[in-house]
């Protein structure tokens, strides 16, 4: 019973994951109800197994109808993988208590900000070119790669809110860009994971696969329907992570 539920779960995390990131608000809570007594790590490790093959099915698919602008987004992605391993590092020897509170604040400005703005994201207008744009798209992959392997919560959403509101790409496009990023951290953090004997990966096979399956749905659904239906389910994924994180954070 407990393979059923976290496939299902990584389903519909490959699903969400694909349309604005998030994929995490379903899939790690499915696993640590499934497996209480599981550590943690061993838990987290797992998910990004699963998580990144949807992620990256989702970067192809996505590169394939949306214009991605690679000389900008593979040194981002870099730079993301290095921030990445760089925080997961970092979280070994300090604490990520203070992240703990302070996210759901953070989170509900971008809301805020996303709400108040209503023509944010709906219009594709790139703001820098060339190495200008590569190193803004750089700082921004190490800043939140950082933020990924530290901490990790609404890392999607955040890469996808930057892109929007620094670079000026509309939300399909930022989610595009997103993915590719989010190929990146997962990946360091699966280094560090793995290394350490933090994965299942007879779970890991099964629930990549329903991961992917979920992420082919939720791009398709993103490609056909365009901006407008990614900034919904963005304000819908961000104000769930916000309850998330608040009562974790202050009530749990």
Same mark, same amino acid.
């Given at each position: ?12 995390a ?20 499934a497996?209480?007594?599981a ?7 797992t ?5 990144v ?8 698919? +996505?590169?394939?109808? =949306?214009q991605?602008?690679? /000389?900008a ?8 993988? !290095? ?20 996210l ?5 400005? =971008?809301? %805020? ?7 944010? @994201? ?16 750089? %700082?921004i ?10 901490f @990790? ?6 890469? !996808? $809110? ?6 000026? +790409? ?6 595009? /860009? ?14 560090? $994971? ?8 007879? +779970?890991? &096979? ?5 991961? &992917? %399956?979920?992420?082919?749905? @939720?791009?398709h ?7 407008? $239906? &990614? ?15 608040? +009562?974790?954070?202050f009530?749990?």
């Open positions: 019973m407990e393979w059923i539920f976290i496939t299902l779960a990584s389903l519909l490959g699903f969400v994951d694909a349309i604005v990131g998030g994929g995490g608000l379903v899939m790690v809570p499915a696993l640590f109800a497996f209480p007594g550590p943690p790590a061993t838990l987290l490790g998910n990004k197994a699963a998580s093959w949807g992620t990256a099915m989702a970067t192809w698919q +996505y590169s394939r109808r =949306v991605v602008r690679w /000389s987004m593979l040194p981002a992605a870099a730079a993301g993988f !290095v921030g990445s391993f760089g925080g997961a590092w970092a979280v070994t020897v300090m604490s990520a208590e203070f992240l703990r509170k302070l759901p604040l953070v989170l509900l400005g =971008v809301l %805020a900000y996303t709400l108040a703005k209503k023509e944010l @994201g709906r219009h594709h207008t790139p703001r820098f070119e060339g190495r200008a744009e590569a190193l803004a798209a750089g %700082a992959g190490l800043l939140i790669g950082f933020y990924d392997g530290f @990790g919560p609404g890392t999607g959403s955040f890469f !996808v $809110f930057l892109f929007v509101r620094l670079l000026g +790409y509309d939300f399909l496009n930022a989610s595009a /860009s997103a993915k590719l990023l989010n190929c990146a951290t997962n990946i360091a953090a699966i280094a560090l $994971f793995a290394s350490k004997g933090h994965v299942w990966w007879h +779970y890991a &096979v099964t629930l990549a696969v329903a991961n &992917v %399956a979920g992420s082919l749905l @939720g791009t659904l993103a490609l056909k329907h365009g901006t407008g $239906f &990614v900034r919904g389910i963005f304000i819908v994924v961000v104000g769930t992570l916000i309850l998330k994180t608040g +009562y974790d954070a009530l749990r």
